[in-house]
């Protein structure tokens, strides 16, 4: 495997359930991100880690909760999501410390639908 | 706070013509700025970047854009367009020191036969 990888790629859950995004960056990274793409909206950058400690939390809700064991995982793990959370859930990868001039590379998204 | 527009969500064109993408950004201090291009079922692509240096910017597939920071824009422009960059393309602006990309809503170019 190269790049990003993400899984599953469709995720379907009630609203009462708990589920986990996975995503795996195979280039040597240190930073890490989840972003939220919803419809008509810009990206939202939601969470960052650097060096496998989160250094951004862009006011999400508790209801998602990342996790990074390692630079090269990192993952989101939800529970009772609202209708509104349904969305492209993506995750991204960047070179040493995150910094902003570095580019990201992004994986294919998780499609998430939540009933 | 910084943000950007991309004024232009669908920019239809026929193949083998030119077309220029529109993105303005708003910020009182220096800035690094990136196109980004998404194919369908596909995360997202680096096209181009700039952070410093020569205003003009190459990028991959042909792109180009230019860095115009008394309009505060950063069109992207490709001479002649193949129906394979049928795709949404997303601008996006950061600064430096912090983790922070700012990403405008996209505009999704169409090529026409």
């Known amino acids: 495997e190269t790049g990003v990888t993400q899984t599953p790629r469709h995720l379907v859950m009630g609203m009462t359930n708990k589920k986990s995004l996975k995503c795996e960056q195979h280039?040597?990274?240190?930073?890490m991100y989840w972003y939220k793409q919803s419809a008509k909206k810009p990206l939202e950058l939601m969470f960052v880690y650097s060096l496998e400690e989160r250094v951004e939390n862009n006011s999400v809700p508790s209801r998602f909760s990342p996790e990074c064991p390692n630079s090269s995982h990192l993952f989101l793990h939800l529970h009772t999501l609202q209708p509104e959370d349904s969305a492209l859930y993506l995750c991204?990868?960047?070179?040493?410390?995150?910094?902003?001039?570095?580019?990201?590379?992004f994986g294919p998204g998780t499609r998430l639908t939540v009933l | 706070a910084q943000s950007v527009t991309q004024l232009d969500s669908q920019v239809p064109v026929f193949e083998e013509a030119p077309v220029e993408l529109r993105c303005n950004y708003s910020s009182s201090v220096s800035v690094y700025l990136f196109w980004y291009v998404q194919y369908p079922n596909q995360g997202l692509q680096l096209l181009l970047k700039?952070?410093?240096?020569?205003?003009l910017v190459k990028g991959i597939n042909g792109f180009e854009a230019e860095f115009n920071k008394s309009q505060t824009s950063f069109h992207l422009r490709k001479p002649s367009v193949h129906i394979s960059d049928t795709a949404e393309y997303f601008c996006?602006?950061?600064?430096?020191?912090?983790?922070?990309?700012?990403f405008g809503t996209g505009t999704r170019l169409k090529v026409l036969a």
């Open positions: 280039l040597g990274h240190n930073a």
């Open positions: 700039y952070l410093s240096g020569s205003t």
């Open positions: 996006a602006v950061t600064r430096p020191g912090t983790y922070k990309y700012i």
């Open positions: 991204a990868s960047s070179q040493a410390g995150g910094r902003t001039r570095d580019t990201q590379y």
